[in-house]
């Protein structure tokens, strides 16, 4: 019988090779599912999955009893109601935008050229649509329910023919449910290969912010601002219309939004070179109904509505001004969750280190 005496040195690299290969085996991307909830969208998929796969966050559920009557909740938020103050000084704040940005320089050094209001408006008004057969290709249609379901979810929810039985629901407005915006900035800041950044999301309803420094978020850097994606659509819409935008869309269906989401994301911009007016084109595609082809004139409105994100005041639209920022405080942790803000805490004090940041 031969025994083998191991020297400490190398009863040390034993261990650290049996803990780095448990330690590896914890964190197999392949069995980490991660589940992303939004105000518009719901994404999930592996960690190691190129892409998540995305379906839009609204629900629909079959009415029970004939004496309710269905409800929709917009895919839009809501417009408040606006008076005449509110109107003028919404006005003065688009006034001034626009005349700081007719004083910028485009990338070659030039003053930016301001676009012409009245060509626009007079364009716009004469514009009328080509319309075009039912059968377009790639034409979408209502949902087809089959065996009437108790539920509905997804992109079937958006093509769901009005006036059917369904009460209509988003889990997710302004972000209410989502309490802790530390964990996704460390994992964007981990993802782009960081250590410390600063994470702004924007969101569809709010836009979240957090500054990471070693992996940890600062306490008094966790803001929520009311605001996002929605309030530029509505934002944009509202200066479509002051240029005689030639659709009379209803934003406050979900075909109407959807289409209002999609043209904001085809012309808004923050490109500074593009300056004066802009020919351009969309369809408008409604099951059931002719497509119809528009060309219109466009002009700062495309620049503006995203740049609302610094200047909230343009925002009186779809919120109140007085209350528009939350400061997320600390986070108690959760007793299923092995690794929530106690561990952290806890991981901290083992290694002598401060825990101010929390």
Known sequence: TQTHALSPS???????????????????????????FGSLFLRLGRVCDPKPKTIHNIIARKKRSNRWQTSDETYLLPLNGINKETEKSLNECQKSVT???NSCLTSSGRLRTASNSDVIIDFNKRSKP??????????KQWTQLIDNEEVVIGEDVIYLKPGQPYHIRRPIRRG??????????????????????CVVDVGHEKTSICCIEDGFGSRNTRLTLDYGGS???????????????????????RIGALFLEELKQKLCHLNFDVCGHQEKHF??????????DYTILVG?????????????ELFALTMSLGKRMRILGRNDGHSE??????????????????NDSF
């Open 10 to 36: 190398q009863d040390t690299e034993d261990k650290s090779h049996t803990n780095g290969n448990q330690l590896k085996d914890c964190i197999d991307s392949t069995k980490i599912f991660v589940i992303s």
């Open 99 to 101: 005349n700081t940005l």
């Open 130 to 139: 080509i319309v075009l057969s039912k059968s377009t290709p790639n034409m």
């Open 176 to 197: 209410v449910l989502n309490v802790n915006n530390r964990l996704g900035a460390v994992c964007a800041t981990f993802g782009a290969g960081l250590s410390s950044a």
């Open 231 to 253: 309030d530029i659509t509505q934002l944009f819409h509202h200066l479509l219309k002051q240029k005689a935008f030639p659709y009379d869309c209803k934003a406050d269906t």
């Open 283 to 292: 369809r408008v595609t409604v099951p059931e109904e002719p497509v119809l």
């Open 300 to 312: 700062e409105e495309c620049l503006l509505a995203p740049l609302a994100l610094f200047h909230p």
């Open 337 to 354: 969750d092995p690794f929530d803000e106690n561990y952290l805490i806890q991981t901290k004090r083992k290694y002598g280190e401060s």
